[in-house]
């Protein structure tokens, strides 16, 4: 555990750096520089985005992490590395074919219940395939255990340049509609930089060759697509379907109450990207007991910080709501609910970092097209009734289901429980 010590105590640094960042961003520059439906917009635009990232990055940033160790000799790493480059153009290339014959159509659909929305249908689009690309060189430092970078980038730097902006608004330097654009050129010059990055660590050749075992590779790809998305449905699904059913307005009130429960998670996401290169190699050895000690400690550390969190974070919610307009102040229930969720996420460990990287991925595959199903029902069971607390609870429902069964899951095929047990 020394090395996820260490990158995890620095992830962590960063992480809660970018979450003090996001903090004044979430809580006191979008509430008094943005209106409230222009802050819902942002939410809608973001969450959108977040929704087709998994898609237009073709399951590449799993697959790279579970195959790379798997590579010995350069001239079919270089091969594999070439073909995790191409892969996504084979979603991204359609995707943006269908934004511009069916422009329209899709902004109809997105705007049926809130008009602004119809104009950023281009926006959505390319900040979604901007954090695709990026999460692909993100995975490509990875799995050369470098990740402090990466996470700074995830983390601070568009969270730092949103200030900005705002900032630039406020003093009106520049007006909402060129903040959404300049947005988009933030996501875009993130994933330039990572790339950079990435390519200082490991630059691909130029010419490419499909690795011998492509067909594993592309058919693995393909199931993560859907597997994978199951975690962002869970965090995005919500906020883009508040969209459709109510004012827009709703999305900033919940978008407030997620941010103050997200902070729950913060640990979780910072050791997950050390387990998650170090799980990979442990079932490649099939280092059994390793894998085991490693989904031990990683799920009491986090239960235990992670419960802390929440337990701060209840005790004294109200009174951090005073400092919101009196708007914003409705989302208790919100914060209860996804805070209790994100406790629960905590207890797995690194319990996603096995299933994606064994032998079993394509149970992920079923798990993921199951959760995706039960949220959308519930959330359109709830939302129409109890609003952002009918999003709420419909988020903490289906986590709950989703990570009871993948427990239970990793336990009958690997003989190992979060607690040791």
Known sequence: MGIVFKQSLSNTVITYLGFGIGAINTLFLY???????????????????AILMPLLAFGVPNTLVKYYSGFKQDHNLQGFLGMML??????????????????????????????????????????????AYFEVFYAWSRVHMRTVTGNFMK?????????????????DQISVPLFLDLLVALYLVRTLIMKWYAYRLKRPSLRFSWPKNSRPILTYSLLIILGGSAAVILLELDRFMINQFIPIENVAYYSVAVFIATVVAVPTRAMHQVTYPLTAELLNKKDTAGLKELYHKSSVTLLIVSGLLFLLIILNVQDLYLLLPETYRGGFMVVFLVGLAKVYDALLGNNNSILYNSEYYRAVLVMGVFLALLTILLNLWFIPALGINGAALATFLAISIYNTVKMWYVKVKFGIHPLGG
Not at 156 to 167: E, P, Y
């Open 31 to 49: 509430t008094r520089f943005l209106t409230d439906e222009y802050y819902g917009l942002v939410g809608v635009i973001l969450s959108t985005s």
């Open 86 to 131: 191409l892969l996504p153009l084979a979603m991204i290339l359609p995707v943006a074919l269908l934004s511009f014959v069916a422009n329209q159509a899709i902004g109809a659909f997105l705007s049926r219940e809130n008009p602004i929305v119809e104009g950023y249908v281009w926006h959505i689009f390319l900040i979604g395939m901007a954090m």
């Open 155 to 171: 983390e601070v730097f568009v969270r730092a340049g949103v200030s900005v902006m705002l900032f630039l608004v406020y003093l």
